[in-house]
Nanobody, 117 residues
């Protein structure tokens, strides 16, 4: 079982930055692919970025060059650094874990990011 807790969301002006954190409980973190998804108002939840246990990353085209995903396997935490934020980045951001062996999927409760002047 993995429990995920996001933090770091909030209100930011266009062009600003935020860093989201997702702290994971349980011993499976180091062998799980971790991801960030977002759901904008009226839209489906979509992948933003993910990182494998070995550190390989996949970044959505819509945020490539602005967002960076990283992980700390000692702290059991995954981060999403968001720079040059745009109003269209406004969404609820969810942390996701996919366990390598069991293929079990876990979700955090989400954190709101609002980009507005």
């Amino acid at each position: 079982q993995v429990q995920l807790a996001e933090s770091g969301g909030g209100l930011v002006q266009p062009g600003g930055s935020l860093r989201l954190s997702c702290a994971a409980s349980g011993s499976a973190f180091s062998t799980a692919t971790m991801g960030w998804y977002r759901r904008a108002p009226g839209k489906e939840r979509v992948l933003v970025a993910r990182i494998t246990p070995g550190g390989d990353t996949n970044i959505a085209d819509s945020v490539k060059g602005r967002f960076t995903i990283s992980r700390d396997n000692v702290k059991n935490t995954v981060y999403l650094q968001m720079n040059s934020l745009k109003p269209e980045d406004t969404a609820v951001y969810y942390c996701n874990a996919l366990e390598l062996i069991t293929r079990a999927v876990y979700w955090g409760q989400g954190t709101q990011v609002t980009v507005s002047s």
